[in-house]
T-cell receptor
Framework: DAGVTQSPTHLIKTRGQQVTLRCSPK?????VSWYQQALGQGPQFIFQ???????QRGNFPDRFSGHQFPNYSSELNVNALLLGDSALYLC?????????????FGPGTRLTVT | DAKTTQPPSMDCAEGRAANLPCNHS???????VYWYRQIHSQGPQYIIH???NNETNEMASLIITEDRKSSTLILPHATLRDTAVYYC??????????????FGPGTSLSVIP
């Protein structure tokens, strides 16, 4: 058990809607990253949050936004959903500081856009 | 884009050692090699990491070549539960203490009874 929790487990939305996914990091971890994993592919980095700020971002449009709360938990928001947004969304947490970093992943949220 | 190259799939007999190769020819001096695996429908799981020296933990061993351009993950006695996709990752260091973990397609390892 990695200690990272995500909610909900599964979600079905309609094109054009908005969705919010939630992540609680492993106890003591302060850095949270979000990934999108399409079927049959490796996870793709969306962005990373540290000290409530977005520190790094992958090649994702502005429809993807996030937030980190003072307790280090995080949310991923996706606006104007497209069919192509259907994927497994993974949250990973780690300790800040200097490398090397060992990331702990949650079980993911399966989003289906119809 | 991923900075690593891995074979798309491999088979291994149960009880035998599984040797998973990874090429990372453009690795820089301050980048670590990490290995993760993902069992079907679960989140990726950290296995091991290394910088220059060979490393071993309770899950696996990591052998890094002297020029650091390639590495091999070794599962000494593969079991059916080791069937998974294995990802070799070189950490991208955008700035000091920042990293952007880039996953490639990985190697799908099938452990055969």
């Amino acid at each position: 058990d990695a200690g990272v929790t995500q909610s909900p487990t599964h979600l079905i939305k309609t094109r054009g809607q908005q969705v919010t996914l939630r992540c609680s990091p492993k106890s003591g971890h302060d850095t949270v990253s979000w990934y999108q994993q399409a079927l049959g592919q490796g996870p793709q980095f969306i962005f990373q949050y540290y000290e409530e700020e977005e520190r790094q971002r992958g090649n994702f449009p502005d429809r993807f936004s996030g937030h980190q709360f003072p307790n280090y938990s995080s949310e991923l928001n996706v606006n104007a959903l497209l069919l192509g947004d259907s994927a497994l969304y993974l949250c990973a947490s780690r300790l800040g500081g200097i490398p090397p970093y060992e990331q702990y992943f949650g079980p993911g949220t399966r989003l289906t856009v119809t | 884009d991923a900075k690593t190259t891995q074979p798309p799939s491999m088979d291994c007999a149960e009880g035998r050692a599984a040797n998973l190769p990874c090429n990372h020819s453009t690795i820089s001096g301050n980048e670590y090699v990490y290995w993760y695996r993902q069992i079907h429908s679960q989140g990726p799981q950290y296995i091991i990491h290394g910088l220059k020296n060979n490393e071993t933990n309770e899950m696996a061993s990591l052998i890094i070549t002297e020029d650091r351009k390639s590495s091999t993950l070794i599962l000494p006695h593969a079991t059916l539960r080791d069937t998974a996709v294995y990802y070799c990752i070189v950490s991208l260091r955008a700035e000091t203490s920042y990293d952007k973990v880039i996953f490639g397609p990985g190697t799908s390892l099938s452990v055969i009874p």
